[in-house]
């Protein structure tokens, strides 16, 4: 179990500030945030290559802080493929466990049991050019878990790979890292539904900061704050300045919204959060589109209203013209308030 | 703006080509429109890139020939076919402030000093950059630089078209969004050609009038976002297109009758060459899921259940074992162990012959 404490870095471009977070075995943790929010900073801070300003780092209640990277028992896997490109791919498996002081021949059945695993069996005599780029990230995340560290870190590791390729591995990744019950896996990204596909447990960071944390699904629907919960959102939720009055909430100072099942906050302006499913073709609101694009099945629809612009999810791929009008309705259910510094307000009725 | 034509345009980086083997990009007739844009899509070693730099001038083709407006520019050197081209990373003159990189190529051209500073303010508007014109475009993001690329392209009155390398990829997702919003605004104004290499689906399907989907060097299919979605010629259209790929349900002859056990489609199935391998290609947004006791054409245990925001993606596994994966924005209520009907609507579920799309259906 990895615990980390007051952690806080001076690093030149994004520092760490004051992280504090604990970490059990066999969980994997997906770390979310957008470029620049830190992500790499505190796998960095981890290994012992950022050094700390503040805080501890303990593993099993052990302090090793102070210790040389070799010595903390966590590997790395970057975003570039990163391998020997003289040695075969077994050779590159098996290095790590040679620096430990196994024999050759042993460290060479490891290397291949793990190969094997992985799915690269075949491919024990090649070089690491030969192979396509899935195949070679797969050789490093084979040289990363073969030394059975304690800690397990993948710092975007699909970002490099065809779209395609991207889906394959995350759908293949739990089965990848299976059987590491004794490790802690961090897996950093700044796709939302790569984080909420394989992570037991989401981290958001912004600004150097953890914001969130949780199960994918509760986060998603309970984003503690406004920062998060755009980080979470694809496609982007949409934030529209509103005001609360009378008992009543209104998009804009005097455009009446929906709150059948919202508990509102006193008299005052909030921030009103509409996920792209909160809002419906027909009703009682008017916008005009914006732009319309295909995504898969379904279409997201850019909608200007007269209070703010918010996007639409519409099943199906339909055609919407832009510079037309339609209306459509908004539901209440799917709407989020956030107090004016960012905190989640929402509390429903039922 | 330019009308595009590639007429039996083909091309292998060998001297002596001896069979389609040998071709980087397989000879294809295509017909691009001015003004409308495009998305050449495949995964690594398509070819895309190799059609995209025939085009820009970079590779000249070993077979056919490349029009601009019915005028043959197959041997036209780069530099006077007016394209403008925008790459994976920003290129920006980085000491040198915002409205500086887009005067640039003006200044290049000669063109009078009053007419660049027109040229400049009208792009930046567009861009939405005004504010930062004094800027140095060092000090910008990631997304705005890209735009800065794309200015210096824009500025230009004499492109025939836009060419863009892989532009996203290092913009955030969230940024990517308002950027893809910001090029199709900027196609609506210009009325330019854009031509976008991708990989990625999602955004060949945000961005693009019409997609050319290719894989070894090979056009597999060109046509628009629905076209491919809903009717994909071939199983690597299916897997391509879409995510999750498309269901592939193997069917077998029974008494001269297609069909599974997995799933009771009493549509009439037309069979083709016997001995060859028959599937059912369907996509996993065209799986509905009910409760088992309702009217349904099969039954699947849940075997996992994926969050993935709005949606979720719901495997699960036949009588016969087979898996099937079914989109669905009722994810939240279900749970992996129960047992689920299924639903097909007969159009939604195409037959494919050896991997290609039957065409009797």
């Given at each position: 179990m990895l615990q980390i404490d007051q952690l806080t870095t001076a690093d030149p471009k994004v520092s760490l500030q004051d992280i504090s977070f604990q970490f059990d075995a066999g969980n994997i943790y997906t770390i979310l945030?957008?470029?620049?929010?830190?992500?790499?900073?505190?796998?960095?801070?981890?290994?012992?290559?950022?050094?700390?300003?503040?805080?501890?780092?303990?593993?099993?209640?052990?302090?090793?802080?102070?210790?040389?990277?070799?010595?903390?028992?966590?590997?790395?896997?970057?975003?570039?493929?990163?391998?020997?490109?003289?040695?075969?791919?077994?050779?590159?498996?098996?290095?790590?466990?040679?620096?430990?002081?196994?024999?050759?021949?042993?460290?060479?059945?490891?290397?291949?049991?793990?190969?094997?695993?992985?799915?690269?069996?075949?491919?024990?005599?090649?070089?690491?050019?030969?192979?396509?780029?899935?195949?070679?990230?797969?050789?490093?995340?084979a040289?990363?878990?073969?030394?059975?560290?304690?800690?397990?870190?993948?710092?975007?590791?699909?970002?490099?790979?065809?779209?395609?390729?991207?889906?394959?591995?995350?759908?293949?990744?739990?089965?990848?890292?299976?059987?590491?019950?004794?490790?802690?896996?961090?897996?950093?990204?700044?796709?939302?539904?790569?984080?909420?596909?394989?992570?037991?447990?989401?981290?958001?960071?912004?600004?150097?900061?953890?914001?969130?944390?949780g199960p994918p699904a509760d986060l998603f629907a309970h984003p503690p704050t406004k920062d998060a919960a755009s980080v979470i959102s694809d496609p982007p939720i949409s934030f529209i300045a509103g005001f609360v009055r009378s008992g009543a909430l209104y998009f804009g100072e005097d455009q009446l919204a929906p709150n059948n099942g919202l508990h509102l906050p006193p008299d005052?302006?909030?921030?009103?959060?509409?996920?792209?499913?909160?809002?419906?073709?027909?009703?009682?609101?008017?916008?005009?589109?914006?732009l319309s694009e295909f995504s898969g099945s379904e279409t997201i629809v850019h909608l200007d209203f007269d209070f703010g612009r918010a996007i639409m999810l519409v099943e199906g791929i339909e055609t919407f013209e832009a510079g037309t009008?339609?209306?459509?309705?908004?539901?209440?259910?799917?709407?989020?308030?956030?107090?004016?510094?960012?905190?989640?307000i929402t509390t429903r009725t039922k | 703006m330019a009308e595009i034509v590639l007429e039996n345009l083909g091309h292998s980086y060998l001297s002596d080509p001896k069979d389609e083997a040998d071709f980087a990009l397989k000879p294809v007739n295509l017909t691009w429109q001015d003004g409308k844009t495009y998305a050449l899509l495949g995964p690594s070693g398509c070819?895309?890139?190799?059609?995209?730099?025939?085009?820009?001038?970079?590779?000249?083709?070993?077979?056919?020939?490349?029009?601009?407006?019915?005028?043959?520019v197959t041997q036209t050197p780069t530099v006077e076919?007016?394209?403008?081209?925008?790459?994976?990373?920003?290129?920006?003159?980085?000491?040198?402030?915002?409205?500086?990189n887009l005067a640039f190529p003006l200044e290049c051209r000669g063109v009078a000093p009053v007419r660049i500073k027109a040229r400049v303010a009208e792009v930046a508007t567009l861009l939405d950059l005004d504010y930062?014109?004094?800027?140095?475009?060092?000090?910008?993001?990631?997304?705005?630089?890209?735009?800065?690329?794309?200015?210096?392209?824009?500025?230009?009155?004499?492109?025939?078209?836009?060419?863009?390398?892989?532009?996203?990829?290092?913009?955030?997702?969230?940024?990517?969004?308002?950027?893809?919003?910001?090029?199709?605004?900027?196609?609506?104004?210009?009325?330019?050609?854009?031509?976008?290499?991708?990989?990625?689906?999602?955004?060949?399907?945000?961005?693009?009038?019409?997609?050319?989907?290719?894989k070894d060097g090979l056009l597999q299919q060109s046509g628009t976002p629905g076209e491919l979605f809903s009717r994909p010629q071939n199983d690597f259209v299916g897997y391509f297109i879409g995510s999750p790929p498309m269901n592939m349900i193997t069917l077998?002859?029974?008494?001269?009758?297609?069909?599974?056990?997995?799933?009771?489609?009493?549509?009439?199935?037309?069979?083709?060459?016997?001995?060859?391998?028959?599937?059912?290609?369907?996509?996993?947004?065209?799986?509905?899921?009910?409760?088992?006791?309702?009217e349904n054409i099969g039954l699947g245990k849940i075997k996992k259940i994926e969050h993935l925001g709005v949606d979720g993606v719901v495997t699960l596994q036949l009588a016969t074992g087979v898996l099937i994966k079914a989109k669905t924005r009722k994810h939240v209520e279900m749970s992996v162990g129960q047992t689920l009907g299924v639903n097909v609507l007969t159009d939604d579920a195409l037959l494919y012959i050896e991997g290609s799309l039957a065409l009797a259906q």
């Open positions: 945030g957008r470029t620049g929010a830190g992500k790499t900073e505190l796998l960095r801070a981890l290994m012992g290559l950022n050094s700390l300003v503040k805080g501890d780092i303990q593993l099993d209640g052990q302090s090793i802080a102070k210790r040389p990277v070799k010595d903390r028992s966590m590997s790395l896997v970057y975003q570039q493929f990163i391998n020997y490109p003289h040695l075969s791919v077994l050779d590159n498996v098996a290095f790590p466990l040679r620096r430990q002081g196994k024999k050759k021949s042993e460290a060479q059945l490891l290397a291949a049991k793990m190969l094997t695993t992985i799915g690269l069996g075949d491919f024990l005599q090649r070089r690491p050019a030969q192979l396509s780029g899935g195949q070679q990230q797969r050789v490093a995340l040289r990363a878990m073969v030394k059975k560290s304690r800690i397990l870190m993948l710092d975007e590791p699909l970002a490099n790979l065809d779209y395609k390729l991207r889906e394959q591995l995350r759908e293949e990744f739990p089965r990848l890292v299976a059987g590491n019950d004794d490790s802690v896996i961090l897996y950093t990204t700044t796709e939302p539904r790569e984080a909420m596909e394989l992570g037991n447990t989401m981290i958001v960071m912004t600004d150097g900061r953890i914001v969130a944390s005052g302006p909030v921030t009103i959060a509409l996920r792209p499913d909160a809002i419906e073709l027909g009703g009682a609101f008017n916008a005009t589109i914006g009008h339609i209306s459509v309705s908004i539901q209440a259910e799917h709407i989020m308030l956030f107090a004016l510094d960012g905190q989640n | 070819g895309k890139t190799t059609m995209l730099n025939i085009i820009s001038g970079i590779v000249a083709p070993s077979h056919g020939r490349l029009l601009f407006d019915r005028q043959d076919r007016n394209i403008a081209q925008v790459f994976q990373f920003p290129v920006i003159y980085s000491t040198k402030t915002v409205r500086q930062a014109l004094d800027m140095p475009a060092r000090r910008l993001s990631a997304d705005q630089k890209q735009l800065i690329s794309l200015g210096r392209g824009l500025v230009r009155e004499d492109v025939s078209a836009i060419l863009l390398d892989e532009p996203l990829t290092v913009i955030d997702p969230q940024m990517k969004f308002m950027l893809r919003r910001k090029l199709r605004e900027i196609n609506r104004e210009t009325g330019m050609t854009m031509i976008l290499v991708t990989h990625d689906q999602s955004e060949a399907m945000s961005f693009a009038d019409e997609i050319v989907v290719m077998e002859t029974r008494d001269g009758v297609l069909g599974t056990d997995a799933l009771d489609l009493t549509k009439n199935l037309t069979v083709g060459t016997a001995g060859s391998r028959h599937q059912l290609g369907i996509r996993p947004e065209h799986v509905s899921l009910v409760a088992a006791n309702a």
